[in-house]
């Protein structure tokens, strides 16, 4: 069964960074695209971020453009978001998902597999 596992979450303040790890298994994770959700309390789970296959096209929502940026290991099977110039909006529950083609995509129900996900809360 292919898992994925984030990580990474936890408490910041406003103007502070994370970086979020989402780590596969059980899946040959060069063949497929990889992505960045979060859901905030009481909101529907929006995108956030994707990167293709290889890692040589990305695409973000506009409201992180600049200040987040996913990247991904095929070695480690394990997909990254750093995140910097965190504000109180980023709080939400993260998900990686994994989309079983190699080209990136911006809808939820265009993935395969979610991981569980992992709590962000930026203090102000």
């Known amino acids: 069964q292919v898992q994925l596992v984030e990580s990474g979450g936890g408490l910041v303040q406003a103007g502070g960074s994370l970086r979020l790890s989402c780590a596969a298994s059980r899946l040959t994770f060069s063949g497929y695209a990889m992505g960045w959700f979060r859901q905030a309390p009481g909101k529907e789970r929006e995108f956030v971020a994707a990167i293709t296959w290889s890692g040589s096209n990305t695409i973000y929502t506009d409201s992180v453009k600049g200040r987040f940026t996913i990247s991904r290991d095929n070695v480690k099977n394990t997909a990254y978001l750093q995140m910097n110039s965190l504000k109180r909006e980023d709080t939400a529950v993260y998900y990686c998902?994994?989309?079983?083609?190699?080209?990136?995509?911006?809808?939820?129900?265009?993935?395969?597999?979610w991981g569980q996900g992992t709590q962000v809360t930026v203090s102000s």
């Open positions: 998902a994994a989309r079983g083609q190699r080209h990136a995509a911006m809808r939820d129900y265009e993935y395969d597999y």
